[in-house]
């Protein structure tokens, strides 16, 4: 008599404590549920406790998962409903046209969401790049002079373009708030430490600019930005066909069926729920659509439905050889103003955040991206 030994895959990762109770719960249910007990201490407190089940059992455990997430995460979704709209715009500038198009955008944003803005300016400490400067120079330069020089441009450009804002601004609806402040220092550490102090809603940049620190179409400052910030980002192309905030129709939601999918959208949501947007939700599936997929993207319709029943929400499978063509060809054949993706440092978005991929994508695409930080797996 023959035996078949069937494949056994991971369906999902929890916190330990969470991954015990589900196991108890899918095996109550005839569903023998192993889990991957390798660094355990770590993994409870960081990547979490892999839940692996037999291949035919695949689908109802997946079924059983959703069910179980609402079960236990109904505080989570309470504090998902009493999310804020966004009160205050953190909107770094370095003079440039691309934080000028920057602005453009979070003046439009601030009138719609009443919200007020603050400019920050990062100016370049020479002191902390003497690479830049051979022997010779070192000695011929007067760093302190030469520093007090840039400081005193950097403060007389800034004037200016406090009243150019404040100018653009008394133009809209809404009387906006706008202040200013300018720092020394290395420039996305800086925006980092400062909206840990202001605490924005949002951090809106242009993704080529802060002048030296800069690399190519996606500068190193806003990848880092986008990376570390636990607040959402909005990386604005030098190139990209900004159309008035007003008249955005389209947002396509990229999701690798991320836990903070829900959070993440519902943020999406709160912040755009004025304007008549659709969201398109869409998975890009490497090769062939995959079971748990279709699940997973059921799951979301059914959260979108019952939380925000009222938005026009499209959700879409789609099919292709790499994450980045796939999203080219959805937006290609869709009508799309805006991309938002969420940043997970396990996801298979990830891919997305390494200089050269994430360049791409602003060449390509073109289209303001609405970076998420994925916190803690729901």
Request: glycine share 4%.
């Amino acid at each position: 008599m023959e035996t078949t030994i069937e494949n056994i895959k991971t369906i999902a990762r929890f916190p330990n404590n969470r991954a015990l109770l589900l196991q108890a719960r899918l095996q109550a249910d005839g569903i023998d549920c192993f889990l991957s007990h390798q660094n355990l201490l770590q993994a409870a407190v960081s990547m979490g406790v892999e839940i692996k089940v037999r291949e035919s059992d695949m689908e109802r455990a997946l079924r059983m998962i959703e069910l179980y997430r609402k079960d236990w995460g109904k505080e989570k979704e309470k504090s998902v409903k009493s999310l804020k709209n966004v009160r205050r715009i953190l909107v770094p500038v370095d003079f440039s046209h691309s934080s000028s198009i920057a602005l453009k955008l979070a003046i439009e944003l601030a009138d719609m969401l009443k919200a007020e803005l603050k400019l920050l300016h990062v100016y370049f400490n020479p002191v902390m790049d003497a690479t830049l400067y051979d022997a010779s120079h070192s000695y011929q330069i007067n760093l302190t002079n030469y520093l007090h020089e840039i400081e005193q441009s950097a403060r007389k450009q800034m004037a200016d373009l406090v009243l150019d804002v404040k100018a653009q601004a008394s133009k809209r609806k809404n009387k906006i708030k706008i202040t200013h402040s300018m720092v020394n220092g290395l420039a996305a550490d800086e925006i980092l430490a400062v909206a840990k102090k202001y605490h924005p809603g949002l951090i809106l940049m242009g993704s080529k600019g802060m002048g030296m620190q800069s690399e190519g179409m996606m500068g190193s400052v806003t990848l880092k930005v986008a990376s570390k910030s636990s607040i959402p980002v909005i990386a604005l192309p030098e190139n990209s066909k900004l159309i008035p905030v007003r008249k955005l129709r389209n947002i396509m939601y990229a999701t690798d069926f991320d836990n903070y999918d829900e959070v993440a959208l519902s943020k999406l949501i709160n912040l755009v729920h004025p304007l008549n947007v659709t969201i398109h939700c869409v998975h890009i599936s490497i090769g062939k659509v995959k079971p748990w997929e279709k699940i997973k993207m059921e799951a979301l319709k059914d959260f979108i439905s019952r939380e925000y029943g009222e938005i026009p929400f499209k959700t879409k499978i789609l099919v292709c050889d790499t994450i980045l063509n796939g999203m080219e060809s959805y937006m290609r054949d869709n009508p799309v103003d805006v991309m938002a993706i969420t940043n997970h440092s396990r996801g298979m978005l990830d891919s997305l955040f390494t200089p050269n991929v994430t360049k791409m994508i602003m060449q390509r695409i073109n289209k303001p991206l609405f970076i998420f930080k994925a916190g803690e797996d729901l």
